[in-house]
Structure formats: structure tokens, C-alpha cells
């Protein structure tokens, strides 16, 4: 399977110097991951995703690694909430998506994933791991949502979170989060 990944790392050509900064002080050396690494990550998802993706030749998606102040513009824009989120995921496919032959040739753009470096900074931080591993977890989360999952309740949530597990433990990332409903 082909998977095309256009990764916008936003956050770190902003302000290299200053955003490593703070990664320094928290005894962690340069953490960004690279674009092949996200790359493989994405492969190997969207291969156990397979039976949850339309048929096509490829796949498309977008990522963006940026900022707070970003991403609290788009969340007031899209979702009228006017404060910073972890990620966002703007799906490009319908649920009931259409298929032609003349579109089956090309990669099926999957849409957009943006995720804020800051605030997975702060919850790597509050959860005990690395910002690689919780910018691994943002990502599978907005995959999920690019593909049609949601979780308006407790039980659906509780199911996104575990195939977040899954999907992360494919790449060799362990993750100890709670399942129990509360």
C-alpha cells in the first residue's frame, strides 16, 4: 500500500531555537520526528486500518505540527471553541464515499491532521512519556477521526482510545492508558 504523507513541521522551523529550548529543560534532547519515521508510523497504521479504508491504489494525508496560537485559531474557526487543543482532523471522505473508476488510478486523500506541539508537550509531560510517543498518540487519533471513527460518548471513546493502542503498539510504542469507564 502506498501511503503519501506531506508533514508540515511548522512548530520547529518557527522558532527552532526557542521551542527546543523548552524541551531541553526538561531534560530531553531534540525530540522532533522525522518525516520518514512519521512516514513508517502511518504505513503500518493505516495497514491494520485496512479494512476500514476505501479501495485505492494509495493513500494521501496531510500533517501539521504547529503551535498553540495556530491551532486555537483553527479550533475557534471550525469547532467555535476559542482555546488551544491537542489535535484536529479534518476529513476529506464521506462517510458513504462514492467510488468511480476513474478515481480509483490516484491516491485517496485521506485530509488534513494537525497537531500542537506545545500542548502535546504539556500532556507527554502530565502523562509520563515521551513527546515522541504523545505525538504518535495525537496522530493515531486524528487517522481514526480522518476515517469516519468518533466518540460522543464514554463507550466509543473507550473503543478509539484501545485501537489508539493498537495501532501504536504496531510501530513497537507501548502506551499505559486507562480503560475503565468512569
Known sequence: MQVELDVQDLFYESSPSTNLSTNLNSGETDVRVA??????WFSHWLEVLQPH???APGYEIG???TDDTEIQSLNAQYRHQDKPTDVLAFAALEVDFPQSPEMS???LYLGDIVIS???AQRQAQQQGHSLPTELAWLATHGILHLLGWDHPDEESLMEMLKQQVILLETTGIAIDIEYEMS
Not at 518525516?35 to 513508517?40: G, L
Open 53 to 55: 479504508l476505501p479501495p
Open 117 to 119: 506541539v506545545n500542548t
Open 105 to 107: 488510478a490516484d491516491p
Open 35 to 40: 518525516a520518514e519515521t512519521w512516514e513508517n
Open 63 to 65: 500533517l501539521r505540527l
